[in-house]
């Protein structure tokens, strides 16, 4: 009798937690539903059977049972513009997790400029791997890469603008981020493409850069970079010459977080150390309340 008391005691208590847990809007990896390849523009040209470089998306979803909209977080995969897919292990384990703090997560395939156009002296390792460019410019293959892929992130948030009733996504919140060259298209598509789609309310850059920060103004959404100091591929001065601009124009909500002994795509550690301080950041340019 008293084992049955105990177990009914913990089930009631069990069932409270999940409640709170469900309410807060903190869902579990159970809870998130993932709606794959979905077409968000029409395929690009002589690219048939490479769907690295197609226009889709995972939309990743937090099912909570309440009627408010989810504010959104766009994902753009790195690979130096050659390489990469929103499929690669990293970027599905990060997807999930900010899902799971109550984020609609867009995780975006694009157009990969320098896998289809071999180069030399344009990849994002050559051109930064020292220090940022003294005249503020990258190669100009690497710079044409750069716009094709923020060219198709805007069609993403053309998508998201369309699709915001059917899938609940809070249009009028949304931040981008993206790790590496997927970084790199985040911050030109904030600060340097002059997208009026939607508004970008704030931007997460895992070690990616600009070759200047030119369009970096006082009304322009805060950052929150993180960046090893030990990267051989996109040096760690980019970072701190960005932060470095947020500072000078007003930008308190700007964060830095130099990684130390780390080196470049370092998403196990964010996925394990930094998920929390993510969703505070967003919480905070998204005018969330930590219940909401």
């Not at 029409?42 to 099912?63: A, M, V």
């Not at 130096?80 to 109550?102: P, S, W």
């Not at 930008?251 to 993510?278: D, F, P, V, W």
């Amino acid at each position: 009798m008293k084992s049955n008391c105990l177990f009914i005691k913990v089930l009631i208590f069990s069932t409270i937690i999940i409640a709170i847990i469900t309410l807060n809007g903190k869902v579990s990896a159970q809870s998130v539903k993932v709606f794959q390849n979905m077409r968000y523009a029409e395929k690009p040209k002589g690219f048939e059977q490479d769907t690295s470089s197609d226009r889709l998306l995972d939309l990743y979803l937090p099912q909570v049972e309440n009627n408010k909209s989810y504010p959104v977080l766009v994902f753009i995969h790195g690979g130096g513009f050659a390489g990469g897919d929103k499929n690669a292990k990293g970027n599905v384990l990060l997807c999930q997790k900010i899902a799971e703090k109550g984020y609609a997560v867009v995780s975006i395939n694009y157009y990969l400029y320098l896998r289809q156009h071999k180069i030399a002296g344009a990849s994002a390792g050559v051109n930064m791997k020292d220090a940022v460019p003294a005249d503020g410019k990258f190669h100009p293959g690497l710079e044409t890469a750069v716009k094709h892929a923020a060219a198709d992130t805007e069609m993403a948030l053309q998508w998201i603008k369309d699709n915001a009733t059917t899938y609940k996504l809070d249009a009028n919140r949304v931040a981008i981020s993206g790790g590496s060259a997927g970084a790199m298209t985040a911050l030109y598509t904030a600060y340097q493409s002059k997208q009026q789609i939607l508004p970008i309310r704030c931007v997460v850059n895992l070690w990616g850069g600009l070759a200047n920060t030119d369009g970096v103004n006082a009304s322009s959404p805060a950052v929150l970079t993180f960046h090893g100091d030990q990267d051989e591929i996109i040096n760690v001065a980019y970072a701190k010459a960005l932060h470095q601009k947020m500072t000078a124009v007003g930008s308190s909500t700007s964060e830095m977080h130099i990684l130390q002994n780390m080196g470049h795509a370092i998403y196990n550690y964010i996925i394990k150390s930094e998920i929390n301080r993510i969703d505070e950041f967003l919480q905070k340019c998204m005018g969330i309340k930590p219940d909401a």
